[in-house]
């Protein structure tokens, strides 16, 4: 089955404390990308990837890091999460960046204390 | 000015009707233009794509594009309970790598 994933999908965590969520697709696709959703704000982009070891800056990066060291994976690393990061996380691929079928990852839910 | 505006909502209409959901953006040079669809607690989903001027059907949806006015729009005919979700305007700019996300329109469709 094509399809993204993502884990972990629920995460609490302290102030601080690194974390990273994995993302991987199965569709190998070139475009990846990562978003936070919150309520009033909507989807953003935090960081893509137009594929392998090329990866840019979005709307919201600070705070954020990412790797593409293979095409299927797309990590997203908190290097030293804060309050103001407990968000929705999505992660999203697609054949390429032009192409605009997103595929979406069901989602990681982090809440920082 | 945000880049992607969207009434958020809830927008109301009864089984059987049109609902019509609208976007507008501010990037003129903007190339191509998606709507999703999220049901509450899950991720979205791309029902419709348009690029150029103009209508485009796909069974129960017709995505309205128009450039001049920086506008798109999604109708939805015969609205369906099943179609209550939030649908979210996604545009690709000018320079082709970044997909910039509207806040959303939750759509509610009433017995």
């Known amino acids: 089955e094509a399809q993204v994933t993502q884990n972990p999908r629920y995460l609490i965590t302290v102030t601080g404390k690194k974390l990273t969520v994995t993302c991987s697709q199965n569709m190998n696709h070139e475009y990846m990308s990562w978003y936070r959703q919150d309520p009033g704000l909507g989807l953003r982009q935090i960081y893509y990837s137009m594929n392998v070891e090329v990866t840019d800056k979005g709307d919201v990066p600070e705070g954020y890091k990412v790797s593409r060291k293979e095409k299927r994976n797309f990590p997203l690393i908190l290097e030293s999460p804060s309050p103001n990061q407990t968000s929705l996380y999505f992660c999203a691929s697609s054949l390429a960046a032009g192409t605009g079928t997103q595929y979406f990852g069901p989602g990681t839910r982090l809440l920082v204390l | 000015q945000k880049e992607v505006e969207q009434n958020s909502g809830p927008l109301s209409v009864p089984e059987g009707a049109i609902a019509s959901l609208n976007c507008t953006y501010s990037?003129?040079?903007?190339?191509?233009f998606f709507w999703y669809r999220q049901y509450s607690g899950k991720s979205p989903e791309l029902i419709m794509s348009?690029?150029?001027?103009g209508d485009k059907e796909d069974g129960r949806f017709t995505a309205q594009l128009n450039k001049a006015s920086q506008y798109v729009s999604l109708l939805i005919r015969d609205s369906q309970p099943s179609d209550s979700a939030t649908y979210l305007c996604?545009?690709?700019?000018?320079?082709?790598?970044?997909?910039?996300f509207g806040t959303g329109t939750q759509l509610k469709v009433e017995l």
């Open positions: 996604a545009v690709r700019g000018g320079g082709g790598n970044k997909l910039t």
């Open positions: 348009i690029y150029s001027n």
């Open positions: 990037d003129r040079g903007s190339q191509s």
